[in-house]
């Protein structure tokens, strides 16, 4: 009989060496990203490109603190809750107090706002593809801005294909193959998850190769991979952009890029600089305060959905509950009793009795009456070892006894269902008696299997 690993928490050494792969390719995947958006920038930018470099390492710190809060553990969810809302009190009350920041620290407040939530999210599960979002704002920025300041709107408006240029070809290249081998570190991650989780030793994988996410033979079918989504991006790509009322002034201006006269460097005529506008941090500003005034009118309708979101768990188990003991809507006989087992199931959970899939009715029964360990977990038998008793006329070895009569295969007798409930309700509450007030806490806001 195995012993069930109820919660697993592992320390801070071993997420990480459980998740450097992930670690590691997301954080070059940025580095790359955003090294590519600086370089760009300061070349077709005039004077001092101190804003885009503090802006970058602050995005840069936000993936960071975003990646080590994940390998922390905490939920999603309320972080990012906690976390919007923070930032919406800071640009609130920045706004009310007038408070003048310096450049550098407003554009880096920003982009480590937006780059933090990507870093958590790179190490979960369900959201890579939002996890990305960050680092492909550095690789997709350099490419439109290489393309606008290059005036290939005129191009791209005789021919979709013809706006593109070897550099960007080249970033928009890097940016798949980054994303590719990010993906395929999440896959391996997994499998290093699987093997720490997978019960004994002797069913443990010996050939990590011949599970790897990533074995050595298959890199060169994942550039393979990568270089048919560059060849379908680089087609597709142009026919879903669009350009702005700053692109178009006019039938006879069409597809001419914005350009600034320089001086003359031979006393001749100024010639058009192919330089583009500065970095724009009053635009920066401009757009958190909108954002600002935006939430500001719409928290009357966000803290109604904040509270629900907060409150989901709790209220759906008052309503699962409440339905598995009295049914809102008309059930069978032999439904009411499952729905009584699975009320009594869902208490012994409470208690600190985790389910096993090789678990007869009899065994889980002998295990939600077990003594309980120093840790709170009820303590398993050994297997050499009698099973504690259990009481034949108690309110839980009769609710098992109905349960398994009516489940395997004999007919429902008259009373079986409201004999399950008399048994059932009793049943769960000896079964919480152990609890303490935190215990009954954390039961209304775990999750129901």
């Not at 459980?18 to 090294?35: K, M, Q, S």
């Not at 077709?44 to 994940?70: C, H, K, M, N, P």
Request: proline content about 9%.
């Amino acid at each position: 009989m195995t012993t069930p690993v109820g919660h697993w928490h592992p320390s801070l050494l071993e997420s990480v060496k459980l998740a450097w792969r992930p670690l590691l390719a997301y954080f070059l995947f940025a580095v790359f990203g955003f090294g590519a958006f600086v370089l760009t920038i300061i070349s077709y930018e005039r004077g001092d490109s101190l804003e885009v470099i503090g802006a970058v390492l602050a995005g840069l710190a936000g993936l960071v603190t975003g990646q080590f809060i994940a390998l922390l553990r905490f939920r999603t969810i309320p972080v990012l809750m906690a976390g919007f809302f923070l930032m919406w009190v800071g640009v609130y009350v920045g706004l009310l107090g007038h408070v003048d920041l310096p450049k550098v620290l407003l554009i880096g407040t920003f982009f480590f706002c937006f780059a933090l939530p990507s870093g958590m999210l790179s190490l979960h599960h369900r959201f890579e593809l939002l996890g990305a979002f960050w680092p492909s704002v550095g690789w997709i920025g350099a490419v439109m801005i290489i393309l606008n300041n290059e005036g290939r709107v005129s191009k791209w408006e005789e021919s979709k294909m013809s706006a593109w240029m070897p550099i960007p070809l080249l970033l928009l290249g890097g940016f798949l193959v980054g994303l590719l081998f990010f993906m395929a570190s999440k896959q391996a991650m997994r499998v290093s998850i699987w093997e720490s989780l997978s019960g004994a030793t002797s069913r443990r994988v010996q050939k990590k190769a011949t599970v790897s996410a990533l074995p050595r033979k298959n890199v060169l079918p994942l550039l393979g991979a990568a270089l048919l989504v560059f060849a379908f991006t680089a087609v597709l790509a142009p026919y879903l952009w669009r350009t702005g009322k700053g692109d178009r002034k006019g039938h006879q201006h069409a597809g001419k890029p914005t350009e600034e006269p320089s001086e003359p460097s031979d006393g001749g005529e100024p010639r058009p600089s192919p330089r583009g506008p500065k970095f724009d941090e009053e635009a920066i500003r401009q757009a958190m305060q909108r954002a600002a005034s935006s939430a500001k009118s719409a928290a009357q309708t966000l803290w109604p959905l904040l509270l629900l979101a907060l409150f989901y768990r709790p209220v759906k188990r008052a309503l699962l509950t409440s339905h598995l003991v009295t049914p809102i809507f008309p059930t069978p006989p032999s439904e009411r009793i499952e729905n009584l087992w699975e009320y009594v199931r869902i208490a012994a959970e409470d208690a600190g009795t985790l389910p096993l899939a090789s678990d007869s009715v009899e065994q889980f029964v002998e295990r939600a009456v077990a003594p309980p360990t120093p840790e709170g977990t009820p303590e398993a038998p050994p297997p050499q070892s009698p099973a504690p008793p259990v009481e034949p006329h108690s309110p839980l070895a009769e609710a098992a006894r109905i349960y398994v009569r009516t489940r395997y295969g004999f007919v429902v007798a008259p009373g079986d269902a409201l004999g399950m409930k008399r048994a059932a309700v009793p049943a769960a509450k000896a079964l919480r008696v152990r609890m303490n007030a935190w215990d009954h806490v954390k039961a209304w806001w775990r999750p129901l299997a």
